[in-house]
């Protein structure tokens, strides 16, 4: 009895401990992201565009501050200054208008270089998660907005292929269609997707019901190279994309475009202040007045959002990209005459998956593949997979995902999730998988110093990202109260910028004709999934 007891004592205060380590990490501040991050592939080589503005000297003034480079911040930087372009050609047409405001002055600040946050560390997936939270959906806010919300997220595979198309960078994106399978391995977890897709297809409309599929046929799963422990798949709609080349395509566009945006990376903010009835955004390079501040961090929002500590979580992901098996890559056999044409590569670039290893649906890996290079996408690529997840060691340990809850540092991994995700690819098409792939590394795709080269091995390469979970799973999008900011918000009318050129002092003037909310700041962060996250 007493070394029953003794037993039960120390586990006890073993989980007490890990709680408090896990309730001080997700109270405290994220802090600025670190330049030693681990280094993705996706972002190998750099864009052009990596490190623009490190060097250039700060504006005294600009009406917006977007503070992150990612999909997020972009997107708003875009929205704005096609907003603003329209807005200035509807004055010039208006005879009866008052004299234009002059363009609006918006700047980008970024820690590290261009995308170098999650959005250039992902899965690659454009993949909604649709049928299997429709029921949820539908408990929480209403069949009506369930529908919305559906409707909404599976808006984002067109409109990413739409907006990579209008930016020109298709083809440099990757941006496309693919067929997308959620792959089972146990029968309980099977069935209770089945059963919320049969509820799904049954109540939404036929334009929401399209695209889905169960394949439960050995033969079929055999077609499409899974491991016979794969008990079945469900078809849905999804599309890949090269996450680094699609934004930092994008701002290049954009700043080649408007010469009233600009990017300034290595220029980490480190405070935000209300001096004179403006924000005075404050970086190691010097100091920003704005009337307007956006928050586009996600993960890093409560450095800077202190009222947002424990409600958007920092919680480290990690990623990979491995070679695949040579019997999915098919080659030419030795004994096949010389010149003979490769048999052909029937779904290189084409497929993702999202596998369920076990019943827990927060347990969950994901893959898609690169394409090969070719002389229209010259990028060093080999048909990789990437593959991520790996978070609780495929539903066998809920420490594992502990341990990265409330960690910021993109620094390094998990040695435990990277052994995982090192072995876990190849069971899940097995005899299928055939033996290593073993093609040659090319120097424009090497590592930068002081890496030596990719991993030989399967494994080619892991890294890791820093998502922002929200403590709701809901995402926090909009103005920010001052009761989380800690500020007072800009009045214009008390400004005494008396070291800001005229023209500065007439952008701030004229703020209000541009159609502007007041100001203030604003965030846009905490894109959580309902199965607590994905790096994807």
């Not at 403006?278 to 007045?289: A, D, H, L, N, Q």
């Not at 030795?334 to 596998?355: I, K």
Request: proline fraction near 8%; charged fraction near 20%; include cysteine.
């Amino acid at each position: 009895m007493g070394a029953q007891l003794s037993t039960l004592f120390y586990t006890v205060k073993a989980l007490v401990t890990q709680y408090n380590a896990f309730s001080k990490r997700i109270s405290q501040s994220p802090g600025i992201p670190r330049l030693n991050a681990s280094v993705p592939f996706w972002t190998i080589p750099n864009a052009p565009i990596a490190r623009h503005g490190e060097d250039k000297e700060l504006p005294t003034y600009a009406d917006v501050i977007i503070i992150g480079s990612g999909i997020s911040g972009t997107s708003i930087a875009q929205a704005l200054l096609e907003h603003d372009a329209k807005e200035a050609g509807s004055d010039s047409e208006s005879e009866s208008c008052e004299l234009a405001p002059p363009p609006l002055k918006i700047v980008m600040l970024e820690a590290r270089d261009a995308c170098s946050g999650a959005t250039g560390r992902n899965g690659g997936h454009a993949c909604p998660n649709v049928y299997n939270e429709y029921s949820q959906l539908k408990e929480d806010h209403g069949a009506k907005a369930a529908l919305e919300i559906l409707r909404f997220r599976l808006a984002h595979i067109d409109a990413l292929i739409k907006a990579a198309k209008d930016e020109n960078v298709l083809e440099a994106s990757q941006a496309r269609v693919v067929d997308d399978y959620d792959a089972f391995m146990h029968p309980n977890m099977f069935a209770s997707a089945q059963q919320e897709l049969e509820k799904f297809l049954k109540e939404v409309p036929k334009d929401l019901a399209q695209g889905f599929e169960v394949i439960r046929e050995r033969k079929s799963l055999d077609e499409l190279q899974l491991a016979s422990s794969i008990l079945g798949c469900i078809v849905k709609p999804g599309a890949s994309i090269h996450p680094y080349r699609f934004v930092t395509g994008i701002l290049s566009s954009l700043l080649a475009r408007h010469p009233n945006f600009d990017l300034y990376t290595r220029t980490p903010c480190s405070d935000i202040r209300t001096i004179d009835g403006v924000y005075s955004v404050k970086t190691p390079r010097g100091e920003i007045r704005a009337l307007h501040v956006i928050h586009a961090t996600n993960a890093w929002s409560s450095h800077l959002l202190p009222g947002m500590r424990r409600k958007i979580i920092p919680v480290r992901a990690h990623m990979s990209a491995q070679r695949p098996g040579q019997g999915l890559m098919p080659t030419a056999s030795p004994c096949d005459p010389p010149n003979t044409p490769l048999p052909p590569r029937t779904w290189v670039g084409t497929r993702a998956f999202v596998f369920y290893p076990t019943d827990k649906d927060y347990a969950y890996d994901y893959l898609t593949q690169l394409r090969p290079s070719r002389p229209s996408n010259p990028l060093p690529s080999a048909g990789e997979l990437m593959y991520g997840g790996g978070a609780v060691l495929g539903g066998k340990s809920e420490d594992a995902l502990l341990d990265n809850i409330g960690v910021s540092d993109d620094s390094g991994t998990d040695f435990v999730v990277e052994a995982y995700l090192a072995g876990s690819l190849e069971r899940y098409f097995a005899d299928q998988w055939g033996a290593e792939g073993n093609e040659a590394d090319t120097e424009a795709g090497s590592p930068p110093p002081p890496a030596r080269g990719w991993g030989k091995g399967r494994l080619k390469a892991v890294w890791t990202g820093i998502i922002g979970m929200s403590a709701d799973f809901q995402p926090w999008v909009g103005r920010v109260p001052k009761a989380v900011s800690g500020r007072k918000e800009p009045d214009p009318s008390l400004s005494l910028m008396k070291e800001l050129s005229n023209d500065d002092k007439k952008g701030v003037d004229s703020f209000a004709k541009h159609h502007l909310a007041p100001p203030g700041e604003w965030i846009s962060a905490g894109f959580t999934e309902k199965g607590w996250y994905t790096l994807g």
